[in-house]
């Protein structure tokens, strides 16, 4: 049986139903036969869809589906996927989530999820341990994490569905490598769902020539749970989290942001004069298992203006790991002095830096005060153009406008890890040095 139109399946649906009277469609529904039962079923989604799960129209390349939580953006990946699946025999398809867990569990195992839309007469066949799905065309889907970027380095597709991309750890190069291998074909084309988060690949993305930007909310979804809308929107109606997380509302900064991004963009530099000195700051991992430690490196130069000279952050490394990559900043950029909290460790971090290299000058302090605080003097140099951005840091610069005068924090990750050693670094900085004095004789 050939794939009907939407509109034309419906009306067909709505005047075969009119036939009878309402209390009869139990019997009319029984009397159909099994094809056209599991066609109905099929076209149900296209003909009950709200609008913001179509495929929009015209030559797009890339589709950002950025809504509310429950708007039925994993619904619409799937059937899109399968879509293309079924009209390419023997394309190739990326499925990249925020890790490879996710992936099967949302996109393929999901109750939204590739499994769950497959048509009874096109067998599906779903391999775990290869991670790949094979579609009854003979097309292959593909499974891949946002924080195993290497990964997508080499691999061709023609289409790629990209979810809850705002979580990819190693989001800007996964991102990169995907689209470097979407040459197949004569149209490659990729759908992005995710709820808004106002990170820097998803403001890259948005900024793309040919990407087309479709939003929704939670409420827009009448298929879904009513007792759940109506919790939401009771729980958190009119609240920022709510607007975000419900109506599909990217905020580009937190309200009462310690930094906006226009700040930074005005303190930004091509490049950093002469410097007087250059002070390498530091914000330990929390454990040894691998957690994120902030490197930043930082100048003062010859015109007074500190200077952020470059973001040399680790994460998945043990503390020699770590340490090493201290090591190599201070040496790369000469610096005279390696400022690092020691809340987390103590005199251990002081110990793990000078294991790598015994020179090291290494300077200890102590976190007193709460990250807004401490960030709050630097953040007033940024505007008053006494610090400055010799480059762009788009990761850093995520993390200090996710600071808030709150004292909380709204950016990507945890922790602003960057933001606190940019701090610890910049406040050396910023410590008035003591002259010399002479003393007559």
């Known amino acids: 049986m050939s794939a009907l139109d939407p509109a034309d399946f419906e009306r067909f649906l709505r005047a075969a139903a009119s036939e009878v009277e309402e209390q009869d469609w139990d019997w009319f529904f029984a009397g159909l036969s099994g094809p056209v039962k599991?066609?109905?079923l099929h076209e149900f989604f296209h003909w009950q869809t709200h609008g913001g799960q179509d495929e929009p129209p015209g030559d797009w390349r890339i589709w950002l589906l950025m809504a509310g939580r429950g708007f039925g953006k994993t619904l619409a990946g799937s059937h899109w996927v399968s879509a293309r699946a079924r009209e390419s025999p023997g394309a190739r398809i990326a499925l990249v989530g925020g890790s490879r867990d996710e992936v099967v569990r949302v996109m393929i195992e999901g109750e939204s999820g590739l499994l769950a839309v497959a048509r009874d007469e096109e067998e599906m066949f779903w391999l775990p341990t290869r991670g790949v799905v094979t579609f009854a065309s003979g097309a292959e889907a593909?499974?891949?994490s946002g924080a195993a970027a290497d990964q997508l380095r080499g691999p061709q597709h023609h289409f790629a569905w990209c979810d809850e991309l705002a979580k990819w750890k190693q989001g800007d190069a996964a991102w990169d490598n995907l689209m470097m291998g979407m040459r197949l074909g004569t149209r490659p084309r990729t759908i992005v769902t995710t709820t808004p988060r106002a990170t820097g690949l998803v403001r890259r993305v948005r900024a793309l020539a040919r990407t087309v930007e479709t939003n929704g909310r939670t409420e827009?979804?009448?298929h879904s749970a009513e007792?759940?809308?109506i919790w939401a929107r009771e729980t958190y109606g009119g609240t920022r989290l709510g607007r975000q997380e419900l109506d599909g509302v990217l905020f580009d900064e937190p309200q009462g942001a310690l930094v906006t991004r226009a700040v930074l963009e005005a303190a930004r530099v091509a490049a950093a004069p002469e410097l007087r000195r250059v002070v390498v700051g530091v914000d330990p991992p929390a454990s040894a298992e691998g957690n994120a430690c902030g490197i930043v490196v930082c100048g003062l130069g010859v015109d007074g203006v500190a200077y952020v000279l470059a973001d040399r952050t680790v994460s998945g490394l043990r503390?020699?790991?770590w340490a090493r990559a201290v090591a190599a900043a201070a040496e790369a950029w000469g610096a005279d002095r390696v400022v690092?909290?020691?809340?987390?460790g103590g005199d251990m971090i002081e110990s793990v830096l000078r294991g790598v290299d015994n020179a090291l000058p290494v300077k200890l302090v102590s976190a007193s005060r709460g990250k807004t605080a401490r960030a709050e003097p630097v953040a007033a140099r940024f505007e008053s153009g006494l610090a400055k951005l010799a480059g762009r840091f788009p990761e850093l610069e995520d993390e200090y406008c996710g600071l808030t005068l709150a004292g909380g924090y709204?950016?990507?990750?945890?922790?602003p890890?960057?933001?606190d050693a940019c701090v610890w670094a910049m406040t050396e900085l910023m410590r008035p040095v003591s002259e010399p004095r002479v003393r007559q004789l």
């Open 38 to 40: 599991r066609r109905m």
């Open 142 to 144: 593909f499974v891949y």
């Open 220 to 222: 827009d979804n009448v």
């Open 227 to 229: 007792a759940f809308r």
């Open 319 to 321: 503390p020699e790991g």
């Open 340 to 344: 690092a909290e020691k809340n987390q």
């Open 410 to 415: 709204e950016g990507p990750g945890r922790s």
């Open 417 to 419: 890890d960057r933001a």
